[in-house]
């Protein structure tokens, strides 16, 4: 089958690789037909992770179910599904408690957490690809209804950035007819706007330097903050009669820096800290590592940051942070697109073909403006599938 393969820093090509296949009773089989590029797989393009050379990327995944194995119950061949980037197993601890985010059976002994394609999380490969295995099918995969072809760019967001975005604002306690301000305008800062308008926020500020990412967010009704113009902790200051926000999302992770360029990996949690009202409440899911080699300083290469804790036990606040547990979400939020209730495809610039990937990287990893968030359709061929949306 054609897959996307990593082969270093910034290379990235689709080369002929070994058909995934049903290895256990429990596996699904899909056909991918729409499968994300991240902003966290950029961290590992840009040679920033310790992801290895000939390793496919991809855990944003949906397609359509060609095989099961002997075990398989429910789900089944000519099913469309969303598989939750996270890989999890349905019955160990974690994953009992609704902890699928940190299944202790999907990854190395020690290390509890999985996903397809990604640095550390195991050795699943993605999904940039024609088909996937998709482990405990029975219990990852997310059937999806009646209009899952049609709307799959809507449902595509179902395996990470909408309940990512949603679990960034459940920990940062909103309720309704708060307000929010949401640090980072990718895709899952973008996703974490619109989750907080549809619960309700009075308010929802995003904060990014991006026109074309600010525009998005205006599209939904956010304020967009432009931090090239100015300090966005003043800005949010002025937007909440100077008391803060009540809730602050970090959609950016470790690599955030200034408008000029200069990397602080604290850089917005600190902002957040200063932007978010006393006793308030801040979602952490942008990605931070516990080393990072790559990294400009010394501190940072460890994994630490500098952290602004002073002001943040001072001000009474309180943080949760990680990867989101997909499947809490999911279910409900499938819903909410069938039903026409949200439209998460709105960010969606390019549909392309397997094919166009390797470009695709190059101008999503250089935040080329326009370029907000590409959607891969293996399957499709390059000449005139490729669509470039206004
Ligand atoms: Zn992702
Ligand atoms: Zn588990």
Known sequence: MKALVYHGPRQVSVDDVPDARIEKPTDVLVRITSTNICGSDLHMYEGRTDFEEGRIFGHENLGEVVEVGDAVDKVAVGDMVSAPFNVSCGHCENCEHGLTNYCLRANEPGLAGAAYGFADMGPWPGGQAEYLRVPWGDFQCLRLPEDARDKQDDYVMLSDIFPTGW?????????????????????????????????????????????????????????????????????????????????????????????????????????????????????????????????????????????????????????GCGQAPVKRYNRHLRSLIAADKVKPSWIVSHDLSLEQAPEAYKHFDAREDGWTKVVLHPGQTSNGSGRENG
Not at 221 to 236: E, K, M, T
């Open 167 to 319: 679990h960034a604002t459940e920990m940062s306690g909103l309720k309704p007819g708060e307000s929010i301000v949401i640090y980072g305008g990718g895709p899952v800062g973008q996703m974490a706007a619109l989750s907080a308008v549809t619960k309700g926020a009075s308010k929802v500020m995003v904060v990014d330097r991006h026109p074309d990412r600010l525009r998005l967010a205006e599209q939904i009704g956010a304020i967009p903050i432009d931090d090239s113009q100015g300090s966005p902790v003043d800005q949010v200051m002025e937007q909440t009669q100077g008391r803060g926000a009540d809730r602050g999302c970090e959609c950016v992770g470790y690599q955030a820096h200034d408008p000029q360029g200069n990397e602080d990996n604290a850089d917005t949690l600190n902002k957040l800290v200063s932007s978010v009202r006393f006793t308030g409440g801040i979602g952490t899911v942008g990605v931070f590592v516990p080393q990072d080699p790559g990294a400009p300083d010394e501190l940072a290469q460890q994994g630490k940051a500098r952290f602004d804790f002073g002001n943040f036990w001072f001000k009474g606040q309180q943080m």
